[in-house]
């Protein structure tokens, strides 16, 4: 992938400073975003939050470490029908750092109660940093000084077909690009050795033998990847095919096939030696799984009764031929990649193996990249009967710059919802996505709702309730509203998928140290993907943050759940959790639906438009 000539001004530890900035987004949202009265609110009076909004409404011309889930179960405090609950009383150490961000030119230190430069907190220092290092980067590009590669703008080449031997595809990191997807027939020939199997001694693999004896294992996966995904986020695998030759828990040889979008795998085919059914799904009339030999298959199918049956009445037999497993160590196959009609079909030495049926969300144009890993040496790649033109190029992609995938213009009277959408900035396809599906809702289009994402900064607006969710979220508009509805009048809101006695994680990629977050377990906090506040809370957050007293987090969802319960120390909140705000995927009569890819919103919505209710598209 190409790299613009300034990333190396940006080369820090990329993953850590993006946890860091999220909290830092959010707190500059709602500090942006809301206008404070002079004057001291009155908490007996239902009153909105009156806030600066972040637009892009203006369309821009251009644009396997599993995360450890968060437990959800726990004692609700309130469900979406039951009545209402407070929450546990439990009191937070009071922080001796606190906000207090202020970029100014002129500024050499942070505003707030902390004056020594060792003693700012970890955040702050991160976030003025960025701000410092951006800022400079800009004045650079505007005098002239770093001149922007302007042929990065310009398509790659198209090739019909590109071949790479073995050494030059493994010094490609064993990634072969195929610069503008897969088309219809396209078809790649992977040619490789499997590797002799080996000791596993890795403890998430490996599974002890009797007498001590490690377990043997020799497997392989090829992927078609995204490789246009945003950098520091896992490529999309768009088909993912293992090839277990020692087996795996089943101790049987295997071969494994799957999707995953954004670390959500989707439900794995697997082949084990035994056929479809013909009568079953087929994929353009092929089966899923063909047969292979067993050493399990006592061919008890006809018996020696009935095979002199048959043969006495003159009934020929039908001849059948059984081929072993595909794959054999240290002995070299041939393996065909083609894309059909229905799905992908895989060839090994010329015979049909496997076929995989395409996935809602997944198209032959997202796959720009071919992946092979494991125990296996590749001797050469070879690509043929590829697209001979970019798919940017489509008329479609003109079509997706007209007016009327526009937000409408912002009220001037008060608004119910105020929903904000996080999104980064290279996250074109899922900003167009969300426009054309959910925000689409007549509520948006009429301006009841007003969604925006954070990008530019226009006027004020006053809303009665805020809510935050992702790019990659599916809202359904009129479901959250109406949750919000029945909440009794005057009453302060939290509302999403609230997690209750999390424990911070210790170890591994999210792990928290005790510096961080010194407290053994978290406040009761919704999930990021979609949560919902009232104007009130968003008022006290604004408030404690000009004060100086607002603590800050790096995880953005466990922070606002950290200030809705400093909120309640003072005025009762009413916590509302429900599953149907999704974390994970999609489920049925969801209110958010996460990790949607761009084309799973755009089948969301035509399924809510064409059926009138909520149906999921991811296939699992």
Same mark, same amino acid.
């Given at each position: 992938m190409?790299?613009?000539?300034?990333?190396?001004?940006?080369?820090?530890?990329?993953?850590r400073?993006?946890?860091?900035l999220?909290?830092?987004l959010?707190?500059?949202?709602?500090i942006?975003?809301?206008?404070?009265?002079?004057?001291?609110?009155?908490?007996?009076?239902?009153?909105?939050?009156?806030?600066?909004?972040?637009?892009?409404?203006?369309?821009?011309?251009?644009?396997?470490?599993?995360?450890?889930?968060?437990?959800?179960?726990?004692p609700?405090?309130?469900?979406?029908?039951?009545?209402?609950?407070?929450?546990?009383?439990?009191?937070?150490?009071e922080?001796k750092?606190?906000?207090?961000?202020?970029f100014?030119?002129?500024?050499?230190?942070?505003?707030?109660?902390?004056?020594?430069a060792?003693?700012?907190?970890?955040l702050?220092?991160?976030?003025?940093?960025?701000?410092?290092?951006?800022k400079k980067l800009?004045?650079?590009?505007?005098?002239?000084k770093i001149?922007?590669?302007?042929?990065?703008n310009?398509?790659?080449?198209?090739?019909?077909?590109?071949?790479?031997?073995?050494?030059?595809?493994?010094?490609?990191?064993?990634?072969?690009?195929?610069?503008?997807?897969?088309?219809?027939?396209s078809h790649?020939?992977v040619?490789?050795?499997?590797?002799?199997?080996?000791?596993?001694?890795?403890p998430?693999?490996?599974?002890?033998?009797d007498?001590?004896?490690?377990?043997?294992?020799?497997?392989?996966?090829?992927?078609?990847?995204g490789?246009?995904?945003?950098e520091?986020?896992?490529?999309?695998r768009i088909?993912?095919? =293992?090839?277990?030759?020692?087996?795996?828990?089943s101790n049987?040889?295997v071969?494994?096939?799957?999707?995953?979008?954004?670390m959500?795998?989707?439900?794995?085919?697997?082949?084990?030696?035994?056929?479809?059914?013909?009568?079953g799904?087929?994929?353009?009339?092929?089966?899923?799984?063909?047969?292979?030999?067993?050493?399990d298959?006592?061919?008890?199918?006809?018996?020696?009764?009935?095979?002199?049956?048959?043969?006495?009445?003159?009934?020929t037999?039908?001849?059948t031929?059984?081929?072993?497993?595909?794959?054999v160590?240290?002995?070299?196959?041939?393996?065909?990649?083609?894309?059909?009609?229905?799905?992908?079909?895989?060839?090994?030495?010329?015979?049909?193996v496997?076929?995989?049926?395409?996935?809602?969300?997944?198209?032959?144009?997202?796959?720009?990249?071919?992946?092979v890993?494991?125990?296996?040496?590749?001797?050469?790649?070879?690509?043929?009967?590829?697209?001979?033109?970019?798919?940017?190029?489509?008329?479609?992609?003109?079509?997706?710059?007209?007016?009327k995938?526009?937000?409408?213009?912002?009220?001037?009277?008060?608004?119910?919802?105020?929903?904000?959408?996080?999104?980064?900035?290279?996250?074109f396809a899922?900003?167009?996505?969300v426009r054309?599906?959910?925000?689409?809702?007549?509520?948006?289009?009429?301006?009841?709702v007003?969604?925006?994402?954070?990008?530019?900064l226009?006027?004020?607006?006053?809303?009665?309730y805020?809510?935050?969710?992702d790019?990659?979220?599916?809202?359904?508009?009129?479901?959250?509203?109406k949750?919000?509805?029945?909440?009794?009048?005057?009453?302060?809101?939290?509302?999403g998928?609230?997690?209750?006695?999390?424990?911070?994680?210790?170890?591994?990629?999210?792990?928290v140290?005790?510096?961080?977050?010194?407290?053994?377990?978290y406040?009761?906090?919704?999930?990021?993907?979609g949560y919902i506040?009232s104007s009130?809370?968003?008022?006290?957050?604004?408030s404690e943050?000009?004060?100086?007293?607002?603590?800050?987090?790096?995880?953005?969802?466990?922070?606002?759940?950290?200030?809705v319960e400093q909120?309640?120390?003072?005025?009762?909140?009413?916590?509302?959790?429900s599953l149907?705000?999704?974390?994970?995927?999609?489920?049925?009569?969801?209110?958010?639906?996460?990790?949607q890819?761009?084309?799973?919103?755009i089948?969301?919505?035509?399924k809510?438009?064409?059926?009138?209710k909520?149906q999921?598209? =991811?296939?699992?």
């Amino acid at each position: 992938m190409k790299r613009r000539k300034f990333d190396p001004v940006l080369s820090y530890t990329r993953l850590r400073l993006l946890q860091i900035l999220m909290a830092t987004l959010l707190v500059y949202f709602l500090i942006t975003s809301f206008e404070t009265p002079k004057t001291g609110w009155n908490s007996g009076e239902e009153s909105d939050a009156s806030f600066e909004l972040f637009s892009d409404s203006s369309l821009p011309r251009e644009e396997l470490t599993e995360a450890p889930s968060r437990p959800t179960d726990g004692p609700p405090l309130r469900d979406s029908r039951g009545s209402p609950r407070q929450t546990p009383e439990r009191r937070m150490r009071e922080s001796k750092r606190v906000s207090g961000l202020v970029f100014e030119e002129k500024k050499t230190q942070f505003d707030g109660n902390v004056s020594k430069a060792d003693e700012v907190f970890g955040l702050h220092k991160a976030a003025v940093e960025a701000w410092r290092v951006g800022k400079k980067l800009w004045a650079e590009i505007e005098s002239g000084k770093i001149e922007l590669d302007k042929t990065e703008n310009r398509s790659d080449p198209c090739p019909h077909s590109f071949s790479l031997s073995g050494s030059e595809f493994h010094a490609r990191n064993r990634v072969m690009v195929i610069p503008c997807g897969l088309t219809l027939w396209s078809h790649v020939t992977v040619v490789g050795t499997p590797r002799w199997a080996h000791p596993e001694y890795d403890p998430k693999i490996a599974v002890v033998k009797d007498g001590g004896e490690a377990v043997m294992v020799s497997q392989f996966m090829m992927e078609l990847q995204g490789l246009k995904n945003v950098e520091g986020e896992d490529p999309p695998r768009i088909l993912h095919f =293992n090839p277990r030759l020692k087996g795996d828990w089943s101790n049987k040889p295997v071969i494994e096939q799957n999707t995953c979008y954004r670390m959500q795998w989707g439900s794995a085919l697997r082949c084990e030696g035994w056929q479809s059914r013909a009568d079953g799904e087929t994929v353009d009339g092929l089966v899923k799984c063909e047969k292979w030999i067993r050493d399990d298959d006592d061919h008890s199918e006809e018996s020696k009764a009935i095979w002199w049956l048959n043969r006495l009445i003159g009934r020929t037999k039908k001849v059948t031929i059984d081929w072993p497993y595909p794959f054999v160590e240290g002995r070299m196959f041939v393996l065909t990649l083609s894309a059909g009609l229905e799905g992908y079909h895989i060839n090994v030495d010329g015979r049909h193996v496997t076929s995989f049926p395409y996935r809602t969300g997944f198209v032959l144009e997202d796959a720009t990249g071919l992946f092979v890993n494991g125990d296996v040496d590749v001797h050469s790649v070879y690509a043929a009967s590829l697209p001979t033109s970019h798919p940017s190029f489509a008329p479609q992609m003109h079509l997706e710059m007209v007016t009327k995938w526009k937000a409408p213009p912002l009220p001037y009277g008060h608004v119910e919802l105020f929903i904000g959408i996080l999104s980064a900035g290279n996250h074109f396809a899922e900003r167009m996505a969300v426009r054309k599906s959910w925000m689409q809702h007549k509520s948006v289009k009429s301006s009841r709702v007003v969604a925006r994402f954070f990008v530019a900064l226009v006027r004020t607006l006053p809303a009665k309730y805020i809510m935050k969710c992702d790019d990659d979220t599916f809202v359904r508009v009129d479901a959250v509203l109406k949750e919000a509805r029945k909440a009794r009048k005057h009453r302060s809101l939290y509302i999403g998928n609230l997690n209750y006695h999390h424990k911070p994680l210790r170890y591994g990629k999210w792990a928290v140290t005790y510096e961080e977050w010194p407290e053994e377990d978290y406040p009761t906090y919704a999930n990021g993907p979609g949560y919902i506040v009232s104007s009130d809370v968003a008022k006290f957050i604004l408030s404690e943050f000009e004060k100086n007293k607002l603590r800050l987090f790096k995880m953005e969802d466990v922070s606002m759940g950290m200030w809705v319960e400093q909120f309640n120390d003072s005025r009762s909140v009413e916590y509302v959790h429900s599953l149907k705000f999704c974390q994970h995927g999609c489920i049925e009569n969801y209110y958010t639906a996460h990790y949607q890819s761009p084309r799973q919103m755009i089948c969301m919505w035509g399924k809510l438009q064409h059926n009138g209710k909520p149906q999921c598209c =991811n296939m699992r």
